[in-house]
């Protein structure tokens, strides 16, 4: 029986490998962490990201962290983390609905200029058939 072990990420000490990926001190740690920060959010349900990370001493990234992965409620309206083209605020996904909007625009355009492919195996490019 071999035994799965890694170095913590966080404090670097030796754990028994888990879902976490963190050693029990760290990962004790964190979720003492995530319940202040469900603790003020009771108390304050209108609180944003920065308000939560000012009163239960979380680090912004790892805050952006836990809103992105979906860990509070869709209840908390002010929970939102930056778009990762234009840095508005965003509540889900990776992009606000300005950017995803011009993203799939760009798309749709290459999308025109490419070759159809035809259910036999053949494309048409410039009005003729190619294998």
């Known amino acids: 029986m071999k035994l799965q072990v890694s ?3 966080n404090c670097g000490s030796v754990y028994q490998n888990n879902l976490r ?3 029990p001190a760290c990962s ?3 979720d003492r962490q995530l319940d ?3 603790d003020h959010l009771w108390r304050h349900p209108a609180a944003t990201v920065e308000e939560v990370c000012e009163a239960a001493g979380v680090s912004l990234p790892l805050m952006t962290v836990w809103v992105k992965n979906g860990k509070f409620p869709s209840v908390y309206k002010n929970l939102s983390y ?3 083209s234009c840095q508005q605020p965003v ?3 990776r992009l606000c609905p300005s950017c995803s909007g011009m993203f799939s625009e760009a ?7 490419l070759p159809r492919r035809f259910h036999s195996g053949t494309y048409k ?3 003729r058939a190619r294998i």
Do not use: D
Request: with cysteine.
């Open 7 to 9: 170095n913590c990420p």
């Open 21 to 23: 990926e963190l050693c």
């Open 28 to 30: 004790a740690q964190m």
């Open 36 to 38: 202040l920060c469900f």
């Open 82 to 84: 930056p778009c990762e």
């Open 91 to 93: 509540h889900t996904g």
């Open 107 to 113: 798309a749709r355009q290459i999308e025109a200029h």
């Open 125 to 127: 490019v410039a009005g």
